[in-house]
């Protein structure tokens, strides 16, 4: 129970009536005032108000959604507020009868909103008690699956979009279908010569989708994913990337929604040194991945990578691509390693963060001592990192190495890249 600024004001007068009139006056009149707000406030108590919480259940990262909190019965006067926890931010969460929260959620995973308050005022208006509901809403946060589908939209369509190449049409594959007229937007390579020879018209082959490819995502859930995400220096996502594992979960939920969008099969491995999450690449599997992998932590061990490679099996030839840091050498050292059983069978693809801070400081004249032998360290890195992706690349894999911002895009354009020359 809390009283109102109401019984502020007649204290006050309470102390005014004991100057003018005997103290005992006022010393009454002050108890009865107190009284009446302990007696408005347990009339306030009667009674709870049932508060019902409509909330959308899902969110991408960085997304914002209306959370709706309202009492099944209607009450003039109720005060109802909602509160945040880390991780959910909570805007305009507090009104009279009637609540439209906006929602952020800025760290992915399961969250649990607190329950909300409803405050209720007595009827002298003298004392007021806070009502807590029973249960909060569980807000599920997916990576960024709102840009994946974005991505995924341009690829369907054929348009452009930033950190996508579109040189020609998207899954062309090697099953010819039928010979038609040759139009401006086909690609050279699709001309069929002799048959432009013989109509005297230019003409073209078109070949069928392939639809029935493999795609599989492997996510390094060991302690390479703790680290922070450059967001400062690269705007990651609206709601601020704060470690390497969220930025891979966006880049492999924008594949993800790719593979759906090209009708191929996708399916998922996570992994630290054991194998944490496994999904067999299946059509339509876009949002299995997502949901399965949406409340993956980092564990702060060493990832086995010989481990999670056998776990894609003997399957058929896929594209794979690892989510994982290049550090040095001696870090890298079990991924290069276990990368030939990949790269013998599938088009092993390794995507990577370069954080923009580091380029800066190895590409940037120093000011002072201090900053030259931070851009040393900054070039000895880089050294490190561009060893590991040669030997990768010697290996027979394609090694991605760009900013957070750009990783969804690249790695969607490196899948791309493997469907339309047949490689997967």
Known sequence: MSPTPRVAALL???????????PTVGVLAAVLVVLLAVLDGFLARRRPPVLRVDAPGIAPRGGTVDVVVEPETAEPGLRIRLTGIPGLRVEEGEGLG?????VT?????????????????????????????????????????????ALAAVVRTGGAATGLRTRGPY??????????DYAPEDDIRQVNWRATARAGRPMSNQRRVESDRDVVLLVDAGRLGAAPADAAGD??????????????????????????????HVGAVAYDAHVRTRLAPRRAGGDAVVRALHDLEPAPVDSDHERAFRAVGGARRA????????????AAAPLLAAAPLLARRHALCVAT?????????????PDDELGALAQAVAVD????????????RALGAQVLSVPPRGLAAASVDAYLRAKRRGVM
Request: glycine share 6%; net charge neutral.
């Open 171 to 180: 899954g062309l594959g090697t099953e010819f279908d039928h010979v038609r």
């Open 353 to 365: 963060v370069e954080e923009p801070r580091l380029r800066a400081l190895a590409t940037t004249a």
């Open 105 to 149: 959620a800025e760290r992915r995973g399961r969250h649990v909103l607190p329950p909300p308050v409803a405050r209720r005022t007595g009827p002298l208006a003298l004392g007021r008690w806070d009502h807590r509901a029973t249960d909060g809403a569980e807000l599920r946060a997916l990576p960024d699956y709102r840009a994946a589908h």
């Open 319 to 330: 594209f794979v691509l690892v989510l994982t840091d290049l550090l040095d050498e001696a």
């Open 381 to 392: 890195v880089r050294r490190e990192r561009d060893a590991v992706a040669a030997r990768l």
């Open 12 to 22: 006050c007068a309470c102390a005014a009536l004991a100057v003018l009139l005997p």
């Open 235 to 264: 705007a990651a996502s609206p709601g601020g990337a704060t470690r390497l594992l969220d930025v891979w979960l966006d880049a492999a939920a924008a594949v993800a929604a790719t593979a759906d969008a090209l009708e191929d």
């Open 98 to 102: 009637r609540v439209t929260a906006r």
